[in-house]
């Protein structure tokens, strides 16, 4: 499944240079390991910048330790 979400610009180069490779969501789009996240750039006012990237969920976790209704998860860069 392909989930289009708004990323702060604050996090995007992280994720973009690969030293950010989680991201924390709201549970509310039944992410899946094998999932694409299509992360597009916000500024203030959620303004979008026109900067994407493509990412894949390698990871999913949703236990103990975080708020509920919340996960965490593995990305990783897509070719």
Do not use: P, W
Request: glycine letters at 8%.
């Amino acid at each position: 499944m392909i989930h289009e979400l708004k990323l702060s610009s604050k996090y995007f180069d992280d994720v973009q240079n690969e030293i950010k490779t989680f991201e924390v969501r709201k549970n509310d789009r039944g992410y899946n390991v094998g999932d694409i996240l299509i992360l597009k750039e916000v500024v203030e006012n959620d303004k979008y910048t026109g900067r994407i990237i493509k990412v894949k969920v390698t990871y999913f976790f949703s236990l103990f330790g975080l708020a509920s209704g919340y996960c965490v998860l593995g990305v990783k860069l897509c070719a």
